[in-house]
């Protein structure tokens, strides 16, 4: 049965705290997705090192970040869930896939001249080379779909054209992986500057709802979203794009439509619409919270997972980058 489902692979960097833009984006959607498909799922030091880390951070916020995966319900006995420094093919078979990924295609990368602009001190090959990694991420676990917030899109493309283009030169060894887009909340907004993503890397933390902030920090920071002059809650993002943000945010929380929230709202005033919208964050990230600080203190626990995640991972990952070796003409013993 295991066999017959399609793989489900995604990662998240263990950078930062996560915020309700990862957690609408990415990790929401894996706990739904988890018993329909054959999930592989990884905390991303490698990425997260493109960018230059503290490495008592890094270390605390790899562990932070796997509790957080199983408190937000992701069972680490249905699904493989592992770090992926842990697990070598991910360096080695990144190796095999740069001699085939061009450098203007790199440079082209938006996040690449995004990420740029921001560390010009660091411009380093890590950061440029950052979605051959991710596509050797992909590939090694012969991934069918990759749900994945839109500002990964181009990455997954480039993932697809690496792939394609090595079976063409050999014979079929990738699987062609599929992005998938959730149609509410692949991109939810800042709230200060709603046109921006929500980053956990924001310079102005306002504008980034955490999923540790407490009760009053998650309402004071909706109270002050930025909304528009028309007291009007509906779903507009061309015109409105801070109220409908604030909607999406709203529907994905209280698990109702965009339809359901915008007749919830009709007549109200956005005062009472942004204290409504912290309040369903605030009450679904209490519990999750709890249970990420009752994970965090076994770390014996945490590390049995790490372990038992890199050795079923290590066991697919192999087999494909095996498969590469011999198809590209490295002697094996
Ligand atoms: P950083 O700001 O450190 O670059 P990030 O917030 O973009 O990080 P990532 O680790 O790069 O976070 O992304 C983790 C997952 O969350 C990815 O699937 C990404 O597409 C998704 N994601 C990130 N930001 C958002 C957002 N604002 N809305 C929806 N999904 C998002
Ligand atoms: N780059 C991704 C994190 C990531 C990822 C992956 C996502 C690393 N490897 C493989 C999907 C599949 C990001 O979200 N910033």
Redesign the pocket.
């Known amino acids: 049965m295991q066999e017959e489902r399609k793989i489900l692979y ?7 705290n ?2 309700i ?7 929401s959607n894996w706990v739904n997705l988890q018993s329909q498909y054959d999930c592989v799922f990884a905390i ?1 030091n490698m ?2 090192i493109t ?1 230059r880390q503290n490495p008592a951070e890094l270390r605390k916020n790899t562990l932070s970040l796997l509790a957080l995966y199983i408190a937000c319900g992701i069972d680490p006995q249905k699904c493989v869930l592992y770090l992926q420094s842990h697990v070598p093919a991910h360096a080695e078979l990144a190796w095999v896939l740069n001699t085939f990924t061009y450098v203007g295609e790199m440079e082209r990368m938006t ?1 690449f001249k995004d ?1 740029s602009a921001k560390h010009a001190d660091n411009i380093n090959m890590g950061l440029m080379d950052y979605p051959v990694l991710m596509a050797a991420d992909i590939l090694l676990y012969r991934a069918d779909v990759v ?6 899109r181009q990455h997954l493309e480039i993932t697809r054209d690496i792939a394609v283009r090595f079976n063409n030169i050999y014979s079929p060894t990738f699987t062609v992986p599929e992005g998938l887009y959730m149609k509410v ?6 709230l200060l500057e709603p046109s921006k ?6 310079e102005n933390a306002n504008g ?1 709802v955490f999923l540790s902030d407490d009760r009053d920090t998650i309402i004071r920071k909706f109270r002050r979203a930025v909304t528009d002059s028309e007291a009007c809650v509906k779903y507009d993002p061309e015109n409105k794009p801070g109220v409908s943000n604030l909607l999406s945010i709203y529907s994905v929380f209280s698990g109702q439509s965009i339809e359901e929230c915008e007749r919830r709202f009709e007549g109200k005033g956005y005062g009472d619409f942004k204290l409504a919208v912290g309040e369903v964050v605030a009450d679904k990230l209490a519990p999750i919270q709890t249970e990420q600080a009752k994970l965090l203190a076994d770390k014996a626990y945490l590390d049995g997972v790490l372990k038992d995640g890199a050795e079923r991972a290590a066991r697919r990952a192999n087999r494909t980058l095996s498969k590469v070796y011999k198809k590209i003409g490295f002697y094996q013993l």
């Not at 909340?185 to 800042?190: F, H, N, P, T, V």
């Open positions: 995604s990662a998240v960097q263990p950078t930062n996560l915020t833009g990862n957690y609408i984006g990415a990790v991303a990425h997260a960018v996040q990420k749900p994945v917030g839109v500002d990964q909340g692949a991109k939810i907004g800042d993503k929500m980053s956990k890397s924001a980034s």
